[in-house]
């Protein structure tokens, strides 16, 4: 994450990548970028984590909305020893061998904030590499005064329009902002870490366009199919 970038203070008068002319550098670009990149070095210390907790709203491959969680557990489940997932309910079998699920139900968002946050408490031992909440910007705040003090990387995926005061203050106490793109981050942060969509091509395949068809054609686009 880190190779390749040089700090601010490094860039100062180098002159790369301009001969011949005096190259004036953008410091306060370069240090929002040395900034960003030391966040995301902090969440990701090693390139390996042994214990990862995950907190998001359900994990259940029916669900019209939710499903698509289903296969980020699976592609981080995949990358760690232990991955612990958070969530108000869970689908029954539905995670990986080294997954572990832990469902803490409520019907108030007040219930909901307090039974998260014995959850987590009681997932601290062994203490996690790191801590990441999806969408969620409530779980951040809870976990902050929970976390920072263990020094446990504290990391938000969060991609909407919205930027009410929940997710400034949650920008705030994260260690690291993650988002489609700059553009679908509601707050100006120099936290934010711009990684794109998690999607798996190969859930989709192709059709020969050569084979015979009849009757209407039609080509749907959208978020969810």
Known sequence: CVRG?????????????????????DTGKARSVWHTIRACGQFASSLYMRKLIFATQKLDSRDPILAATVQKVHALAARVDELVVLCD??????????VRVHEFGATTQ????????????????????????HMIPLYVVIAAPLLR???????????HPKGHPLVRLAAAEATVVFSV??????????KLVPIGHGIDVAEFSCRDEREPHEGLRALVLGRYS
């Open 149 to 159: 003090p263990l020094r446990v990387p504290i990391g938000l995926w969060y991609s």
């Open 89 to 98: 309910s869970a689908e029954p079998g539905i995670a990986p061998a080294n």
């Open 110 to 133: 007040l219930s909901r904030g307090a039974r998260f946050a014995r959850a987590l408490a009681s997932e601290l031992r062994p203490l996690p590499d790191a801590f990441l909440a």
């Open 181 to 190: 793109d700059r553009s679908t981050f509601p707050l100006e942060s120099r």
């Open 5 to 25: 970038w040089a700090r601010p203070s490094d860039l100062a008068g180098s002159g790369a990548g301009h001969s011949g002319s005096t190259f004036k550098p």
